[in-house]
C-alpha cells in the first residue's frame, strides 16, 4: 500500500467524482473532489496534493487548465487526465501541458486503481 | 513541299500519305511535259543552225535527249513512289502498333455503323474475337436497354461528326459477349478516308474508377455515421463511469450481500463493462488520426488481450493456446489500437463458438520487418461467399453485431502499416493473421510515460510456449 496519499479528483460529474472518492478512501487514500477548474486550482493551491484526476472538459475552462497549474507548482506531481474524447490532438495537448497520462471515459475501477497505485509507486520509493 | 515524304504520324496519317503520293505523277507528268516543250522549243533552234544533210545525226540527237529526259523523270517518279512506300509502311507498321498495344479498346466503324476493326484489348473487354466482329453492327456492343438510342445518335453523329466523349454525363456501358455488362468511358473521333468516313472509338473500362468511387462515397457515409456514434458514445460515458463506480463500490463494501444480490451486481457489472466496450469502439470510429504510439510487445500485449476476455469466457468451454516468440522485437503502435484490435479478434472467435483459441507470434517468414500474428479458431468458420465482405462497415453474421469490429480492426491495423488476411473453412474454423512492421530500433522515440500495457504479464501465461490457460 502506497499509504496515505492526497488524492485530488476534478470532474463535473459530481456522482462520479462522488464515487471515485469512496472507492480511493477505502483504500486508504485522502480524497479532494473539485467540480470545476477553479476549484481544482484552489485545492491545488491550499492542499498540494500528491496526486491529480482531472476530466479534460469541465464548465468553466478545460481540464488543461489545471494541469499547467500544477506543473506551474510542482514538476512532478502526477496528474492524470481522463476524457470521453480520445483525439490525437486532445492527447497532444495534454501532454504538452505536462500530463503524465491520458485514459479513455468510462474508465474502469481496476484499471483506475492500477494507475494510482503507478503513479504513486516511484514517489514512495523516494 | 516535294521532301516533305514523312506522313504525320496520327493515327490516320498512313491515309493522308496516300493522297500524296497520288498526286505526284500528274506533277512529274507536267514537268515532263515542260521539259519536252522547252526541248522542243530548243531543238528546232538547234535544227535550223545545223546543215541539211545531217538529218539522221538530228533525228538521233532527238531521239536521245527525248530517252534521257524519259529516263530522269522515270528515275525521279520511281524514287518518289520508293520513298513514299517506305514511309507508308513505316506508319502503318507504328499505327498498327498504337491500335495493337493500346490500353484502350479501339473500335472503327463505317459510315453504316458496320464495325471494321477492333483492337485486341477491345478484343479483351468485349469478349469477342476479331474475325467475329468485324461486319457486325456496332450496336452489338451496346446493352440493348441503349440500342436505339444509340443508333439515332449514331446516324445524327455522322451528318456533323467531330470528336467528343460519348454520352457525357450519362452512365455508359459496353455490352459483352456473353451479354454482361461493364462501365465505359468512350471517346469518339472521326477519320475521313478515300473509302468514307471512319469513326474510330476508343474505350476505357472504368469498373475499377466506378468501385473506387463508390468505395470513397461509402467512407463518407461512415465517416458521418462515425461521428454520430462517437458523440453518443461520449454521452454514454459518464453514466456508465457512475454506474460501474457505484456497483463497485456495492460490491466492495464491508455490508454482507446476500449471494444473490452480489450475482446480480456481478451481472450488471459486466454488462457495463461490455456497454463501455461498444462505446469505446464506437468512439473509436470516428478517430481521424492514430494517437500516441509507443513500443508494444505484442507477446504482452496478447497475454493482456487474454486476460481481459479470457475473464468473461463462459465457464469450460474455452481454452487458449499461446505459442509466442519470445525474441520478437517491438512493434511502433497504439497500445489501446492493439488491445482492441486482439480483443475484437478473440471475441469473434468466441462468438463463433470456438473452445480453442490458438495465437502465435512470430517473425513473418515471407517479408523482412514484420511480425506476424495468427489467431486461429475452431468454430463455426465462415462461408466462403460471406469472405470478402468480412471487413465490410456494417456487415455482420452476428444477431448482436454492430459489424464495426473487423472493419475497425483493419483500420486500425492498416494505420499502422500493417495488414490482416482470413482464411476460413465452414465447420472447420477460422484463421486471421495479421502483419505488422517491427521497430526498426527499438531503443528510439520511446513514449516514456506510465501506462497501463507496461504492466508485468501475470505468471500463468507471461512464459508461454504452447501454454494452456483458461478452461
Redesign the interface.
Known sequence: MAGQATILIVDDERDLVDAYMRLLERAGHRCLGAFDASEAIQLIDAESPDLVITDLSLPDTSGIEVVRHIRSKSKDTPVIVMSGHNTPELNEAAHAAGASMSLLKPVSIAVLRRVIAEALAPKARA | MARNDLPKLTEHGALNHVSVVRSRPVRIALYYALGGLIWVAVSDRVLSLMPAHSYDLNRLMFVGVNALLLYLVANRYMKTIRISVAAREEALVRARGYFESSVEGIISADSNGMIRQLNPRGQELFGYHEMEIVGQPIEVLVPQRFRYRHEAHRSAFFTAPRSRMMGRGMEIAGRRKDGSEFPAEISLNVVHTHRGKLVIAFVTDITERRAMEREARRNETVDALAAVA?GIA?EL??P???M???I??ML?SDQDLSAQTREDLLVLQKNI?RA?RI??NM??LA??????RQAVDMNVAVEDAILIVGADAKAGVLRYDTSLDLSLPPVMAEP?GVEQVLINFILNARDAGARVIRIETALAPSRAGYLQLTISDDGAGIESSVLPKLFQPFFTTKAKGTGLGLWLSQRIVQDHGGAITVESEKGKGTTFTILLPTMADSSSDLVT????DK?QAPPQVAAARSNQSGG
Do not use: I, K, Y
Open positions: 462517437a461520449h460515458n459518464n456508465l463511469a457512475v460501474a463506480s457505484r463497485e463500490l466492495t463493462e463501455s462505446s469505446h468512439l473509436s478517430r481521424q488520426r492514430p494517437g500516441v489501446t510515460l506510465p501506462t497501463a504492466r
